[in-house]
């Protein structure tokens, strides 16, 4: 997003904080947040020379040219009902659940709207972000902050909403292994920092895009070796039960979750 333009940004959490952060420095385009969330907003606007706290809500669209809401999903209703959004902005969601059509029917002056899922890793550049639909500033912006990624349907968006669930269960796997690795005589402090570096370091094979993830399983075991034992045993049994649990959240992403 060129820097002719200005970003407003309602609801400063933790994905919103990420998201200034990386559009830090040189060529950074003027952002002004809400003040909601006042102790965060204060922090980025002491920070950061081209960000700014207005006074509500309102004063955000009023002084941006694209708004991104990143409010909590039961917040959204009642956060746009109380504006007035013009429809010449271009409203930029990055609310999980909420789709185009749900989206539009609290904002009666059809501004432009496109739907992304950033990850924390926008405050490094390196984040990967699904966009949808097309839309070449919103592109633009996210490629300032790593990778965009633009999909073709709401569906498959919801399938990448639905696999962004499984982040907090991949770090409960490596503090199960810590906490095991603890109890058979390591400190607590010493099988974190040993977890950490093997999990880090095996992460920079996934830099290697010309190895598919299937390829990378096998260049990590030998046959009937330990790591095949570990996935034979536990994994691979357990493989329907994720497929499932997945399915779960793709359900309650669209709306369709029967509770």
Avoid at 154 to 160: L, N, P, S
Avoid at 203 to 213: K, M, P, R, S, Y
Avoid at 240 to 256: F, N, Y
Wanted: charge should be negative.
């Amino acid at each position: 997003m060129g820097s002719s333009r200005r970003l407003g940004v309602i609801g400063v959490g933790a994905i919103a904080q990420a998201i200034v952060d990386g559009l830090s420095g040189d060529g950074a385009p003027d952002v002004v947040l809400s003040p909601r969330g006042a102790a965060v907003s204060a922090d980025l606007a002491q920070r950061h020379p081209n960000v700014t706290v207005a006074p509500d809500n309102q004063g955000v669209v009023d002084a941006s040219d694209v708004l991104l809401i990143t409010v909590r999903p039961d917040d959204v209703a009642a956060v746009l009902d109380a504006l007035t959004v013009p429809g010449d902005r271009l409203v930029v969601s990055a609310v999980a659940g909420w789709t185009l059509a749900a989206l539009r029917e609290h904002l009666p002056e059809q501004p432009r709207l496109v739907r992304t899922i950033p990850m924390p890793a926008v405050s490094e550049r390196r984040g990967v972000t699904a966009i949808y639909p097309a839309d070449p500033v919103v592109e633009e912006l996210f490629t300032s902050l790593g990778e965009p990624v633009v999909v073709e349907s709401e569906d498959v968006f919801a399938a990448f909403s639905a696999v962004t669930a499984t982040v907090s269960s991949y770090l409960a796997y490596l503090d199960v292994i810590a906490g095991w690795l603890g109890r058979h005589g390591l400190d607590a402090p010493e099988a974190d920092q040993f977890v950490r570096g093997l999990f880090h370091g095996v992460g920079t094979a996934l830099d290697d895009h010309d190895t598919t993830l299937s390829d990378l399983v096998g260049d990590h075991e030998t046959p009937a070796g330990l790591n095949e034992q570990v996935r034979r045993t536990w994994f691979d049994p357990n493989r329907a039960e994720l497929e499932a649990a997945l399915d779960e959240v793709l359900r309650r992403v669209t709306g369709t979750d029967a509770s």
